[in-house]
T-cell receptor
Framework: GESVGLHLPTLSVQEGDNSIINCAYS??????FIWYKQESGKGPQFIID?????DKRQGQRVTVLLNKTVKHLSLQIAATQPGDSAVYFC????????????FGQGTELSVKP | GAVVSQHPSWVICKSGTSVKIECRSL??????MFWYRQFPKQSLMLMAT?????????EQGVEKDKFLINHASLTLSTLTVTSAHPEDSSFYIC????????????FGSGTRLTVV
């Protein structure tokens, strides 16, 4: 189902370490997934996306993994920096629901210097 | 890249009044725009899908008479919170999908609404 009324889990990492943020999605018909970064008081910012015909995609310092069998996404951030501190959301494009973009629960990443 | 402008960035209004929030796609045409609401420390909740030239599609539990959405052009959608109450205080965010594009959406910077 959709994420409603749940408070954000947090992940605290040391600067320079790798971060892994996980997300479960709800609709097996979703064909496109996006990770967003949201800083306090701002709108979500696109990080990386992946289509359902792929299981891995890499960007600059970020990698997204998709496991359709268990409906799971992960975002890996290499060499995490203080500027990476934010809330991270996965979103699924529900193709069979008119292309709605539904957000997951989110994870608050805190990077310690 | 695609830019979505949302205005105002924050607004304070009295209970019972109405507030209009604008969402504009600045450099592309958006046939579809989405409106989200976000409470502190929570995820974005989809309120409605706004399609240019037609009625908006509201998510279950969202009162369409309270949250009026108008998408009169390919670059502008508005959300009007009518008869606002303190429980409507929230962060409202719009996003727009580029016409013909098969990839994700661009988000506005959000509007912080406080009803006193």
């Amino acid at each position: 189902g959709e994420s409603v009324g749940l408070h954000l889990p947090t992940l605290s990492v040391q600067e320079g370490d790798n971060s892994i943020i996980n997300c479960a999605y709800s609709n097996s018909a979703s064909d496109y997934f996006i990770w967003y970064k949201q800083e306090s008081g701002k709108g979500p910012q696109f990080i990386i996306d992946i289509r359902s015909n792929m299981d891995k995609r890499q960007g600059q310092r970020v990698t997204v993994l998709l496991n359709k069998t268990v409906k799971h996404l992960s975002l890996q951030i290499a060499a995490t920096q203080p500027g990476d501190s934010a809330v991270y959301f996965c979103a699924e494009n529900q193709y069979n629901q008119g292309g709605k973009l539904i957000f997951g629960q989110g994870t608050e990443l805190s990077v310690k210097p | 890249g695609a830019v979505v402008s949302q205005h105002p960035s924050w607004v304070i209004c009295k209970s019972g009044t109405s507030v209009k929030i604008e969402c504009r796609s600045l450099d592309f045409q958006a046939t579809t725009m989405f409106w989200y609401r976000q409470f502190p420390k929570q995820s974005l909740m989809l309120m409605a899908t706004s399609n240019e030239g037609s009625k908006a599609t509201y998510e279950q539990g969202v009162e369409k008479d309270k949250f009026l959405i108008n998408h009169a052009s390919l670059t502008l959608s508005t959300l009007t919170v009518t008869s606002a109450h303190p429980e409507d205080s929230s962060f409202y965010i719009c996003s727009a999908g580029e016409q013909g594009a098969s990839y994700g959406y661009t988000f506005g910077s959000g509007t912080r609404l406080t009803v006193v």
